[in-house]
């Protein structure tokens, strides 16, 4: 266990350690121990930082001046080939030392529209690299179906990179963390019962190697040995908090190689996990948890002396559902930042720019019970959600036109600073009336055939998406009883199914509630229709549990202790296509607050020239949002989130259809704001 910035206690990845309910105000004893913690916290890694600092000296003799923190940009590198190097405790790029000065962005989680925006502010910050992370369940969402196009054109976010005066490091995975459902991984991999991830399971490895036949090619060309901007790659992440198999790392290490790759490789790990995650002949880097003078030592010992890079410099943590928001103070951050600069580290910002989960990406974190992150991944980053300034933001270019410069050559006062883009505006559009509804029990007749089976069968394992089972969203489970009683899930709802009698709402089975009572209705004779609708709310990101997450129903539902059988069960993905063209237009007017499941649509009008806003479902009670198709991601009024961010690219001149699949009360008036609301 540890602590955020804020002082709250975490768990891995700087998850909060428990689903906390609202509570009140801490008093002014328990701010000041939180405080007291927080400080023995940073005097811990200090003492570490001091005692790297030392050693760094002692082995280089070199100054720790203005000299030593020279940061140099694509353009001022003649010969970008000689690539970055490590020589003694210092980078060189095209054989001048330098320090990376990086921020983490992730294209995915972006409009591309808006990737030159955000990548201008974070060169105007003062970076000279951007951190992206691949994620392979976005880009082969089936087997053997790869898409890099739009929002996934990796390709075109490294050259624009390059445009901007940007250095890449580049994590292709295969897993990459990142609070993603599955950690990146695609859930198709779990069709196999007896796989093992992570891992040199032939299972695992065999469409390791078909992906990385796709994606690698498309990277080759744009490494620095090949005038591109990619300076580095990342080997998996984190891999030392997982290491279930000593051979897997070399295995990626071999892959990348074989491939094409010929740019610094590394590894991320925490301080505790440097160990496990160490691959021979591939420089070590940190993130900033649970280092102590041991992790330099051990640092000392893989690779001699060598430069010190903060992989993941973590500003906060990502937010779930039913929990406090995530804080942090900018001092303390600040201060680490000053530190490190100080002690001549490179750094990595993780996150810059955090973005949002949109449609079903995120997560969730193996907590106590189960914490799945919320829509917006804002993550306490420089930029905000939509990529507006924060005051850190301004705090922190500051401090980086103090501490550095882009050559040996110029002052600061003779450095050429880049422009910095302006906010972009927002709007309050007009309140839209959701006019129609339509309820799920009525549109299941339209939908696609559903799958008949004796018994429950988990999204992975339904042949549907040409053989690669259903990924995300819901799954609907009908099977016929002639008795009420108890009905006992016994953990195998994945992770929380709404509970119905014919269309009557029983309750809800979740991984807190595994029983619910079945009424029995005098009223009805012979058998009644049990649905369960499950909702898939995000896999395990990380954890070695990643191999058991299956959705849906994952084993039996008992029933007065005996199996339910006899099984019809939809698939309820809601892609674009389901909400574009497989919906019926059955369309009934909304007059009297019709209850969920159901969908309801409204038209919002826009002018001209559409503007990014946020939608505020006040009175709604949980469900999704698509607009024109594109899936928002993720409404819930448990909070902390109160406002879905909608893009103004993703809107056009004149009518916009808004579809709200609410799974319970619905409030028939769809809102606006232009300030995003995401909790206090």
Do not use: C
């Given at each position: 266990m540890q602590l955020s910035r804020s002082g709250q206690q975490t768990g891995p990845r700087g998850a909060p350690a428990r689903v906390q309910a609202p509570q009140k105000p801490k008093t002014a004893a328990q701010n000041s121990a939180f405080r007291m913690q927080t400080l023995l916290v940073r005097l811990v890694a200090l003492l570490g930082l001091m005692s790297r600092l030392l050693e760094t000296s002692a082995l280089t003799g070199a100054p720790w001046g203005r000299a030593s923190r020279v940061f140099l940009s694509p353009s001022q590198v003649k010969d970008r080939r000689l690539g970055l190097k490590v020589k003694d405790s210092n980078f060189t790029l095209g054989g001048f030392p330098s320090l990376i000065l990086a921020g983490t962005i992730h294209y995915f989680r972006v409009p591309k529209e808006y990737w030159r925006d955000r990548l201008l502010k974070l060169k105007a910050c003062g970076f000279n690299t951007v951190t992206t992370h691949v994620p392979w369940n976005l880009h082969e969402p089936r087997r053997g179906q790869f898409q890099f196009t739009g929002n996934l054109d990796l390709a075109v976010f490294i050259s624009m990179a390059l445009e901007v005066d940007l250095w890449v490091i580049l994590c292709p995975g295969p897993y990459i963390g990142s609070d993603l459902d599955l950690g990146g991984l695609p859930s198709w991999l779990l069709r196999d019962p007896k796989m093992k991830l992570r891992t040199t399971y032939k299972g695992f490895t065999k469409a390791v190697n078909h992906y990385f036949d796709e994606l690698i090619p498309r990277i080759v060309s744009l490494q620095v040995q090949e005038d591109g901007p990619i300076i580095a790659v990342q080997l998996e992440n984190e891999y030392g908090s997982y290491h279930m198999d000593k051979k897997y790392m070399p295995y990626v290490k071999k892959a990348l190689v074989t491939r094409g790759v010929k740019t610094l490789l590394m590894t991320a790990d925490t301080g505790q996990d440097l160990t496990g995650g160490h691959v021979k002949n591939v420089l070590a880097t940190l993130h900033l948890r649970s280092i102590n003078k041991a992790t330099y030592e051990t640092l000392s010992s893989f690779q001699g002396p060598s430069p010190v890079l903060m992989t993941v410099y973590t500003a906060s943590a990502p937010d779930g559902w039913g929990a406090l928001r995530h804080s942090l103070d900018p001092h303390l951050v600040m201060r680490d930042a000053r530190e490190m600069l100080a002690f001549r580290f490179s750094l990595n910002?993780?996150?810059?720019?955090?973005?949002?989960?949109?449609?079903?990406?995120?997560?969730?974190?193996?907590?106590?019970?189960?914490?799945?992150?919320?829509?917006?991944?804002?993550?306490?980053?420089?930029?905000?959600?939509?990529?507006?300034?924060?005051?850190?933001?301004?705090?922190?270019?500051?401090?980086?036109?103090?501490?550095?410069?882009?050559?040996?050559?110029?002052?600061?006062?003779?450095?050429?600073?880049?422009?910095?883009?302006?906010?972009?505006?927002?709007?309050?559009?007009?309140?839209?009336?959701?006019?129609?509804?339509?309820?799920?029990?009525?549109?299941?007749?339209?939908?696609?055939?559903?799958?008949?089976?004796?018994?429950?069968?988990?999204?992975?394992?339904?042949?549907?998406?040409?053989?690669?089972?259903?990924?995300?969203?819901?799954?609907?489970?009908?099977?016929?009883?002639?008795?009420?009683?108890?009905?006992?899930?016994?953990?195998?709802?994945?992770?929380?199914?709404?509970?119905?009698?014919?269309n009557l709402y029983i309750g809800v089975l979740d991984h807190a509630s595994t029983e619910l009572t079945i009424p029995r209705r005098s009223d009805y004779e012979?058998?009644?229709?049990?649905?369960?609708?499950?909702?898939?709310?995000?896999?395990?990101?990380?954890?070695?549990?990643?191999?058991?997450?299956?959705?849906?129903?994952?084993?039996?539902?008992?029933?007065?202790?005996?199996?339910?059988?006899?099984?019809?069960?939809?698939?309820?993905?809601?892609?674009?296509?389901?909400?574009?063209?497989?919906?019926?237009?059955?369309?009934?007017?909304?007059?009297?607050?019709?209850?969920?499941?159901?969908?309801?649509?409204?038209?919002?009008?826009?002018?001209?020239?559409?503007?990014?806003?946020?939608?505020?479902?006040?009175?709604?009670?949980?469900?999704?949002?698509?607009?024109?198709?594109?899936?928002?991601?993720?409404?819930?009024?448990?909070?902390?989130?109160?406002?879905?961010?909608?893009?103004?690219?993703?809107?056009?001149?004149?009518?916009?259809?808004?579809?709200?699949?609410?799974?319970?009360?619905?409030?028939?008036?769809?809102?606006?704001?232009?300030?995003?609301q995401l909790g206090y």
């Open positions: 910002f993780y996150m810059f720019h955090g973005g949002t989960n949109f449609g079903f990406m995120g997560g969730s974190a193996p907590l106590h019970n189960y914490l799945s992150t919320v829509t917006s991944y804002d993550y306490g980053a420089l930029l905000t959600e939509d990529g507006d300034y924060t005051p850190e933001y301004v705090t922190f270019q500051e401090l980086f036109r103090s501490v550095t410069v882009p050559s040996h050559n110029l002052s600061p006062n003779e450095v050429h600073r880049p422009p910095q883009p302006e906010s972009r505006p927002r709007v309050v559009y007009k309140p839209v009336a959701a006019t129609y509804y339509m309820s799920l029990w009525d549109a299941l007749p339209y939908l696609d055939e559903p799958t008949l089976s004796a018994k429950p069968v988990s999204m992975e394992k339904l042949s549907v998406n040409q053989g690669s089972g259903q990924s995300s969203g819901y799954i609907l489970y009908e099977t016929a009883i002639s008795s009420g009683g108890l009905l006992t899930s016994r953990g195998h709802v994945q992770d929380r199914g709404q509970v119905f009698l014919d012979g058998s009644q229709m049990l649905r369960i609708l499950v909702e898939n709310q995000g896999r395990l990101a990380y954890g070695p549990d990643i191999n058991k997450e299956r959705k849906g129903l994952t084993g039996d539902i008992y029933l007065n202790k005996s199996p339910l059988r006899k099984f019809k069960i939809y698939s309820l993905e809601m892609k674009p296509k389901f909400i574009q063209r497989d919906l019926p237009n059955i369309w009934k007017p909304a007059l009297f607050q019709p209850r969920g499941p159901a969908f309801f649509l409204g038209l919002l009008r826009v002018g001209d020239h559409p503007r990014d806003t946020f939608i505020k479902m006040q009175d709604w009670t949980k469900g999704v949002i698509f607009i024109n198709g594109q899936n928002l991601g993720r409404y819930w009024n448990i909070g902390p989130q109160e406002t879905l961010y909608l893009p103004g690219p993703w809107l056009q001149p004149g009518a916009n259809e808004i579809v709200v699949f609410e799974e319970w009360k619905s409030a028939l008036v769809i809102q606006f704001t232009d300030s995003p």
